[in-house]
């Protein structure tokens, strides 16, 4: 799940009908992107795991994205991912 030289951010609660497109769609307007993976558990559960190229686009993403979207949960992971 680590993409390295970029910026993470970890979205759970994704519907399971969730794609790698609809993610990297939704998450286009913060900046570059450099990796969209999905990580499905059974039916219900679905996380992604979004790489921005800087660290300007993963704390766009994070602060527009909780605003609109409160029941899925954001976290993200300050500093390159190695």
Known sequence: MNHEGGYMV????LTPKATEKDVHDFF????SIQHVEIVRSGDYA???YVTFKDAY????AVLLSVR???PVLF???PGMVA
């Open 10 to 13: 970890e979205v759970t609660g």
């Open 28 to 31: 286009a307007f913060s900046g």
């Open 46 to 48: 679905c996380t992604a």
């Open 57 to 60: 686009a993963q704390e766009t």
């Open 68 to 70: 609109r979207y409160n």
């Open 75 to 77: 976290r993200y992971f």
